[in-house]
């Protein structure tokens, strides 16, 4: 059973994704929470294995909430993921950098929202497609994105390649695997092998690395 906290000042909202989630057998909404402080109160207190955080919230906003949640050594199996309206690079980089392991636009698709549960309560990192191309646009207006291709390193095999391509594209595990015709466990070991070739922390690292090495061409996303 898969713990969520849904973290987010409208109430509209809050109800909307509380009927989503509960349709689901293997989700259980295990709290409400209108602000930030409030949300890492109820972590604290509940201890879910997933944080539905809103970005824009009175008092103590989602970003200050990520933070203080990933820094709790009481917390470290929570998993939060962003569910918001500003996708924006500003928003984009300070969630992940607050230490978010998704970022979801709240315009999705209610399975799209409850796919994003299960990959980031899976340990899995899920970036939305806007997203992604913000991170990509951020990464090709850098000084040196002007400069030589990032060279790939030489003992990255065909299929991480392929799926780095992928990853570039936004795909999520789950969706590579269906295009490559492997489990989604395969694609993960691949993903987490090209992770650790490329010196990569995160997924958002991968986005970049598929760009920067030539791999993807702008505007192919």
């Known amino acids: 059973m898969i713990r969520v906290l849904i973290a987010d000042d409208q109430a509209l909202i809050r109800s909307a994704v509380v009927a989503l989630l509960r349709h689901e057998d293997d989700v259980e909404v295990v709290g409400e929470a209108s602000d930030g402080s409030q949300a890492v109160a109820i972590a604290r207190r509940e201890h879910p294995d997933v944080v539905l955080m809103d970005l824009r919230m009175p008092g103590t906003d989602g970003i200050a909430a990520t933070r203080q949640i990933r820094a709790d050594d009481g917390l470290d199996s929570v998993r939060v993921l962003v ?30 929202i409850v796919r994003a549960v299960r990959t980031v309560h899976a340990g899995d990192e899920l970036l939305s497609p806007t997203a992604t191309r913000t991170l990509i646009r951020r ?10 291709a990032r060279a790939l390193p030489p003992d990255l095999t065909e299929r991480e390649t392929e799926i780095l391509a992928l990853v570039g594209r936004g795909l999520s595990n789950d969706e590579i695997a269906t295009a490559l015709f492997i489990s989604p466990a395969t694609a993960k070991t691949h993903i987490n092998r090209a992770m650790t070739k490329l010196g990569a922390h995160d997924r958002a690292q991968l986005v970049i690395a598929a760009y920067e090495s030539g791999l993807i061409a702008p505007g192919s996303e």
């Open 139 to 148: 990464s090709l207006e850098a000084p040196q994105a002007s400069g030589p």
């Open 83 to 112: 569910l918001t309206t500003f996708e924006d690079e500003e928003n984009v980089l300070s969630a992940l950098r607050a230490g978010a392991a998704g970022f979801l636009g709240k315009g999705a698709d209610p399975v799209d």
